[in-house]
T-cell receptor, first 113, second 115 residues
Framework: DSGVTQTPKHLITATGQRVTLRCSPR?????VYWYQQSLDQGLQFLIQYYNGEERAKGNILERFSAQQFPDLHSELNLSSLELGDSALYFC????????????FGNGTRLTVT | SQQGEEDPQALSIQEGENATMNCSYKTSINNLQWYRQNSGRGLVHLIL?????REKHSGRLRVTLDTSKKSSSLLITASRAADTASYFCATEPNAGGTSYGKLTFGQGTILTVHP
């Protein structure tokens, strides 16, 4: 058990809809990362937060947004969903950032129909 | 595009044999990490090697890093059926202190160990 909790485990929704994925980092970890994993794109870094502030942005679409709350949990919001957004979405956390391994949650499998 | 490229894409061996996976990357790095992923599950950190290190061991794992060739290898010795998983290399770029631990992952090697 990595200590990172992601909910829900599975999500099935229709095109055009909006969903929210939730992540609770390991106790004491200040950094939260979001990754998307799909068969064609592999693991893509989306965004990182550190202690409530956005620190780095990757290949995140404008339809996607995220935030980290004062209690350090994070949410990833996906809107105007398209079929191509179907993927595994992972949250990971680390204590500080540099030179620290990431601890991954078990992911949310999103299926857009 | 992915920073790390892994080779081979898939590897099938018998229990007891050694498994070697290779990773190449493109830019200067702070460190390189290897992760394991069982089917449909989260990634699990295996080992981290810093840019000033050349070799590191952890149990049955041996990692090498050649920064001049921008490549790394992961060796799993005396493999077991339970080692069956996907293995990913991930690099933290040397971005003047602004990388904040962001990792870029390779496409992974699927390892199958037959009992």
């Amino acid at each position: 058990d990595s200590g990172v909790t992601q909910t829900p485990k599975h999500l099935i929704t229709a095109t055009g809809q909006r969903v929210t994925l939730r992540c609770s980092p390991r106790s004491g970890d200040l950094s939260v990362y979001w990754y998307q994993q799909s068969l064609d794109q592999g693991l893509q870094f989306l965004i990182q937060y550190y202690n409530g502030e956005e620190r780095a942005k990757g290949n995140i679409l404008e339809r996607f947004s995220a935030q980290q709350f004062p209690d350090l949990h994070s949410e990833l919001n996906l809107s105007s969903l398209e079929l191509g957004d179907s993927a595994l979405y992972f949250c990971a956390s680390s204590p500080v950032g540099t030179k620290s391994p990431l601890h991954f949650g078990n992911g949310t499998r999103l299926t857009v129909t | 595009s992915q920073q790390g490229e892994e080779d081979p894409q898939a590897l099938s061996i018998q229990e007891g044999e050694n498994a070697t996976m290779n990773c190449s990357y493109k830019t200067s790095i702070n460190n390189l990490q290897w992760y394991r992923q069982n089917s449909g599950r989260g990634l699990v950190h295996l080992i981290l090697i810093r840019s000033n290190e050349r070799e590191k061991h952890s149990g049955r794992l041996r990692v090498t890093l050649d920064t001049s060739k921008k490549s790394s290898s992961l060796l799993i010795t005396a493999s077991r059926a339970a080692d069956t998983a996907s293995y990913f290399c991930a690099t933290e770029p040397n971005a003047g202190g602004t990388s904040y631990g962001k990792l870029t992952f390779g496409q992974g090697t699927i390892l199958t160990v037959h009992p």
